[in-house]
C-alpha cells in the first residue's frame, strides 16, 4: 500500500485557509512522488495529515466557542467535496461528542474517501500536562477501531495514543495502551498523526517508540507530524517511517512536506514542499547527525518566523546591548526574517562602557542589520530632576536601575509602534528564573526567542552558531569579545552579573534540577550542591513568579518552559526553602 | 449531632501556618459557641475544614513538586499528633494516589480523630474547565463512601461533586453524581467542604443546589467554603446550614468564622473570628439582602487586602488620572488597607484637562488619601526630542500617546520600587477587552482590582459606593463630576473614548455576550445588535490578546474573567468574523 504523510503548517482558526491548502496538497500528493534516482513515480491510495490539521493546535479556549468547533465542521464538509475522491484523505479535526455524557468534544480523525467519512477515531489519552489541556475540551475514546480499506488494516493512534510507554512522569500510568488495543486487535501498518511540540532530543524519544512498536507488532509505523509554530510551541515536523524490525527508513525535516512510502517494500520518498525556502529547511539533516544546538538553533528559526507570519508582521526590532543575549536574538532573527526585515536599537548610558557599543557595532555589520542608537541620558536625567524631591534622601538603588531598563523598553515600544515592527525580547531563562531582569523594561517584547534557554545554552549556540558559519565559509556572526566579556546588565558602574548571582554554570545546573527535573532542596543538595546556594536559588526564583506571569511567551525548547505549561500561584509561601523545617 | 463548619483563609504552600491555625481554630471551635441570646453552648464533636484547606486552594503546579505534597503530609502528621484527639476533624488535603494507575495524586479529605485517620473520601469530579484545572493534577475517586460515626451517617462532596446538577455549560455531563450514589447508600446528613471562588450570583446556585439536595434526600446539607483570596480569586466563604425542608437556617459573611449547627434541632450559631475587624466582614448581611454592587464590593475588598497581605506588601500606590477607574481603585484600596497605607499619583501632561487634576485632589481630599502630582511634561518633551530624527516625517500617532502611558507606568513603577508600594492598576475589562490600554504603560501593576468590571459596572459600583456612605452618614467618597463626565484617556486634545470606541453601555452589552457567554457572531446578531458593531468588538477583542497575556491578574467577579480561566492563542486567524464565510 502506498501512504504519504503531509507534514502540514496550519493557522489555528484558518479554516478555509487551512482546508484549502489540504486540498491543494492532497491533488499534489495525488500526481505522485519521483524525486530521487532509485524511486519510480509512486502514487498513495492514503493520504495522512497531522492531529487537528484542519484547526491548527493548540486551539485552547476557542473550543468553548460555538463558531469555532462549527466553522471546523464546515471545513470538513468543504473537504468532502472537493477532495479528490479516489483518494482516501486522513484529516484531524473536533467533532462534538455524541455519546450524551462527558466532555462536549473529542479530538477527532476521519478518512474521507469518495466524499464521505469512511473510518472515525477519536483520541483516547488525553494530555493534561504541561503545555497540554486535553483533558479540559475533549472526552477520550472509549473504544480503538482498526480502518481496513481493501489492502490492509491501518491503525491510528492519535498523538499522546502513542506514547502510554513514556508518560510524563514516572509517577503517572495511563489505564489504557491505545496501540496495544490495536496490536490485539491485529493491524498491518500503524500510523500516528500528530502535533507534537519540539523539545531537544524528543525525536529520539518518538523513534524509540517507534522502533518498540515495530517490533513488537512486526509492523511498519508511519509517523506523521505537524510544521510551523504557535506561539510558544515548535512542531518540528521530521515526520518518519520505521520498518516492521524497527528500523527508520525516512525522515522528513522541519518544512512542509510528503513522506511516501511504499509499505510492502518500505521504498520512500521525501518532497520538501519549500525548496526554494532558504534554511533552516535546507540543512536538515538525518536526525542521528544533528547536534542539540543544531536542534535548538532549527527550532528557533522556525518560531520566530512563524510567529511573525502569523501574527501579520514582517518587520522586528530588538534592543542590542553588546552582550550575547541580545547578539544571538539578532543573529537568530536575521536568518528568520532576513536583516533588512530588522532594526537594532543601542540605548547608551553613562553606565555603558566603550566597549559594548562597538560590539554592538561590529554584530549588526557582520550581519548586515541597520543599528539605530539612542542615548538615554536625556529621558534618564529628565525623571531623576522629576522623581528628585519625592525620592529625596533615599539611596540609588534598584529603583534608578530598573528606571533605565525601563526607558530603553518604553523607545523599543515607540520604535515598534511607528514603525509597525515586532518587538521582540532577549532574555534568557536563567534571567527569567532567578528575576534579574526588570519587569516593563527588558521584558518588553512580544516574543522571547531565547526565553527558554539558560544562559549557558546561549553560550553554547553562540559557538555553534560560529563554528557553523566557519564551516560554511561565512564570516562568524558573533564578534569574539560578546562571547568573551563578562557579563553585565550596565546598570550601575562596574557591574557584572555575578555581583547578584551565583556563577552561571552552577545557577543553570540547580535551576535545571529544580525547574526542569522538578527536584526539591534536599534532594537538589544531595547531589552535591551547597545548601545556601541551592535555597538562594530556590527562593529567588519563587519569588520571580510576579514578573513571569506578565512576561512574553518564549519558545519552548526544554521539557519545561516558562509560561503556559508552568503555572504558578503568586501570592503564596515559598515552601521550596521552609517545608522541610515544619 | 453538633458540627462546627470552620471557613478558613489558608496560604498556599504554608502547610506549617495552616495546620497551627487548624490545631488553634480546632481548640477554639471545641470551647463552643455561645453567641446570640437563644443559644447554648454548643460543643462540637466533628469540626469541617474547607477543600485542601491543609495547602491552600489552588496549588496549580505546585503539585508537580514533591516538596509540597510531602510538605502537606508532614503537616497532615502534624494534624493528627497536635489535634484534640477527642474531636473528630475533618481536613482538605492532597494525597498520593496509591491505586497504581492514573494520576499521581488525590484531591483527598479525611476525618482525624484520636490522632488517627478514621474516614478518607477522595474528591470525584474534577472540575477542569475556566480558573480550574484539577484533572491535570488528580485521579478521581472510583468510589462514594460513608462516614459512620455513633450519631449519624455523613456523606462528604467535596466542591464540585456537589454541582453535577450545575455542570459549566449545558452540553457537557459528568458521567457520575456522587451526591446521589450517597443518597443511594442512605445518609443522614451532607457535607460539602469547598474551595469555591467568588462570582457575582454564585451564592443563589449554591443554596438552590442544597435546597434539592435536601428535599431530595430530606436530610441537611452543610456547606463549608474557604475564605479569602489567592490571586484572582476570591473565596467568599458564606458557608450556610440548610434543614431537610431546603431552607437556609444560617450564613455566615465573608470573613474567618464558625457555623456550629445542631443537626437535630438545626439550631444554629455564628462565630465570626475577627469581629475586631473593619468592613467588609462587619457589614456581611443575609444573603438575600445583598445586591450585586455590594457583593462585587466585598469581594475587591478582600481580593485586593489578602493579595498584598499574602505577597507581603502593606502599602500601594496607583496612578490618578481624575477618570472613575482610578478613582474607584483608589476608594477600593484605601478600604482594603487604610488611606495611610495608599499613595495616590496624578502625572498631568499638556493634554490633561484642569478638571481632571481638581477631581484627583477632591477623591484624595475626601479619601484621606496622599496625592503627590509628577507633570509627564518633561520625560515626554526629552522622548520626543530623542525620537525627532529616527521619526522625522512621520505623523503623530498612537506611538506619542503609548509613549505618555509609558511614562506614567514608569513613574509608577519607579515610587513602587522605591517605597516598596504595590502597584494597583486601575484598567476595566472594557478596555481589556477592546484593546483601549498601553501594555507595559497604564497596563504596569500587580494587580487590577477593577479588571473583571464592565464600564457600565465600574460607574454601577461607584454609584453604590456614594449610596452607601450616605446611608452611613458619610460623605460620598466619589466626587459627582468623576461620574458625569465623559470617559477620556487625555492622550490628545479633546479626546474621548467613544471616539475609538462603541458607546459603553452597546460595548459592554456584546462583549458580555461574547466573553462570558460564548456566542458568536450570529448570534449575537440575532440579538438585535448592529452587525458592523459586532464584528467591530469581535475583531478588537481577539486582536488584543497578546496584551491580555502580559496582563497583571484581575480579580474575577464574573463567570468567565480574563486571566488563567481564558486562555487563547495569539497567533491565529480571526475566526470569530471569518468563519461563517468559510
Redesign the interface.
Known amino acids: 500500500m502506498i501512504i504519504t504523510l503531509v507534514q502540514m503548517n496550519s493557522?489555528?482558526?484558518?479554516?478555509?485557509?487551512n482546508?484549502k491548502r489540504m486540498v491543494e496538497l492532497a491533488k499534489k500528493a495525488r500526481e505522485g512522488t519521483t524525486r530521487g534516482a532509485d524511486a519510480g513515480c509512486r502514487v498513495p491510495t492514503l493520504v495522512v495529515f497531522p492531529e487537528l490539521s484542519l484547526c491548527?493546535y493548540?486551539?485552547?479556549?476557542?473550543l468553548?466557542?460555538?463558531?469555532?468547533v462549527?466553522?471546523n465542521l464546515?471545513?470538513l464538509r468543504?473537504l468532502q467535496k472537493e477532495l479528490p475522491p479516489e483518494l482516501s484523505v486522513a484529516v484531524g479535526y473536533v467533532d462534538r461528542n455524541r455519546t450524551?455524557?462527558?466532555?462536549?468534544l473529542v479530538n477527532a480523525m476521519s478518512v474521507i474517501a469518495g466524499g464521505k467519512l469512511v473510518f472515525t477515531q477519536d483520541k483516547t489519552l488525553l494530555p493534561?500536562?504541561d503545555v497540554f489541556?486535553e483533558?479540559?475540551y475533549f472526552e477520550p475514546a472509549r473504544t480503538r477501531k482498526v480502518f481496513t480499506p481493501p489492502e490492509a488494516r491501518i491503525g491510528f493512534a492519535i498523538c499522546e495514543d502513542f506514547w502510554w510507554e513514556a508518560p510524563p512522569?514516572p509517577?503517572?500510568?495511563?489505564?489504557v495502551d491505545p496501540v496495544k488495543d490495536l496490536l490485539d486487535a491485529g493491524i498491518d501498518i500503524l500510523i500516528v498523526p500528530s502535533a507534537s511540540p519540539f523539545v531537544a532530543g524528543k525525536l529520539q524519544t518518538r523513534l524509540s517508540l517507534a522502533r518498540s512498536t515495530a517490533l513488537e507488532g512486526q509492523i511498519p509505523v508511519l509517523y506523521c507530524n505537524a510544521v510551523g509554530?504557535?506561539?510558544s510551541l515548535v512542531f518540528d515536523g521530521r515526520s518518519f517511517a520505521v520498518n516492521c524490525h524497527g528500523e527508520a527508513v525516512a525522515t522528513c525535516g522541519w518544512g512542509e512536506s510528503f513522506l511516501t512510502i511504499d509499505t510492502e517494500t518500505m521504498e520512500s520518498d521525501i518532497l520538501d514542499l519549500a525548496e526554494s525556502e532558504p534554511a533552516p529547511d535546507a540543512r536538515a539533516r538525518a536526525p542521528g547527525c544533528i547536534s542539540k544546538e543544531e536542534e535548538i538553533h532549527q527550532a528557533l528559526i522556525v518560531g520566530i518566523r512563524?510567529?511573525m507570519r502569523?501574527?501579520g508582521f514582517s518587520k522586528a526590532c530588538l534592543g542590542l546591548s553588546g552582550g550575547i543575549d541580545s547578539a544571538i536574538v539578532a543573529v537568530l532573527a536575521a536568518e528568520a526574517i532576513g536583516p533588512e526585515n530588522i532594526s537594532c536599537i543601542a540605548m547608551p548610558s553613562r553606565f555603558s562602557s566603550d566597549g559594548s557599543l562597538d560590539d554592538a557595532v561590529d554584530l549588526c555589520r557582520r550581519n548586515h542589520i541597520m543599528l539605530?542608537r539612542?542615548?538615554i541620558e536625556?529621558?534618564f536625567?529628565?525623571?531623576l530632576?522629576?522623581?528628585e524631591k519625592?525620592?529625596a534622601g533615599?539611596a540609588y538603588?534598584?529603583?534608578e536601575e530598573?528606571?533605565q531598563a525601563?526607558?530603553r523598553?518604553?523607545?523599543l515600544?515607540?520604535?515598534s509602534?511607528?514603525f509597525n515592527a515586532l518587538l521582540l525580547t532577549t532574555g534568557n531563562k536563567s534571567e527569567l528564573a532567578a528575576g534579574y531582569c526588570t519587569?516593563?523594561g527588558d521584558m518588553?517584547g512580544?516574543l522571547a526567542p531565547i526565553g527558554d534557554l539558560f544562559k549557558t545554552e546561549v553560550y553554547a549556540l553562540a559557538k555553534h552558531l560560529n563554528k557553523l558559519a566557519e564551516a560554511e565559509g561565512r564570516m562568524a556572526p558573533i564578534p569574539q569579545p560578546i562571547i568573551d566579556k563578562a557579563p553585565s546588565a550596565e546598570l550601575r558602574f562596574n557591574q557584572t552579573d555575578q555581583d547578584t548571582l551565583p556563577p552561571y554554570d552552577l545557577l543553570d545546573a540547580v535551576l535545571r534540577e529544580y525547574i526542569e527535573e522538578?527536584?526539591?532542596?534536599?534532594?537538589i543538595v544531595a547531589l552535591g550542591y551547597d545548601r545556601i546556594v541551592v535555597e538562594k536559588i530556590l527562593s529567588m526564583t519563587a519569588r520571580a513568579e510576579?514578573k513571569r506571569?506578565?512576561?512574553?511567551?518564549a519558545i519552548k525548547v526544554s521539557k519545561r518552559a516558562f509560561g503556559?505549561g508552568?503555572?504558578?500561584?503568586?501570592?503564596?509561601?515559598?515552601?521550596?526553602i521552609?517545608?522541610?523545617?515544619?
Open positions: 493557522v489555528i482558526g484558518d479554516f478555509r485557509g482546508a491548527g493548540p486551539p485552547m479556549d476557542l468553548d466557542q460555538n463558531a469555532f462549527a466553522g464546515a471545513a468543504y450524551g455524557s462527558g466532555r462536549a493534561t500536562y489541556d483533558a479540559r512522569e509517577s503517572f500510568k495511563y489505564p509554530a504557535n506561539d512563524d510567529y502569523k501574527s539605530e539612542l542615548s536625556g529621558p536625567t529628565s525623571y530632576n522629576l522623581l519625592p525620592f533615599k538603588d534598584s529603583t530598573n528606571l525601563r526607558i523598553g518604553t523607545l515600544m515607540a520604535w509602534n511607528k519587569l516593563y518588553c512580544a522538578n527536584r526539591c532542596l534536599e534532594e510576579y506571569r506578565q512576561a512574553a511567551p503556559i508552568r503555572r504558578l500561584p503568586l501570592a503564596r509561601a515559598i515552601h521550596e521552609t517545608a522541610d523545617k515544619s
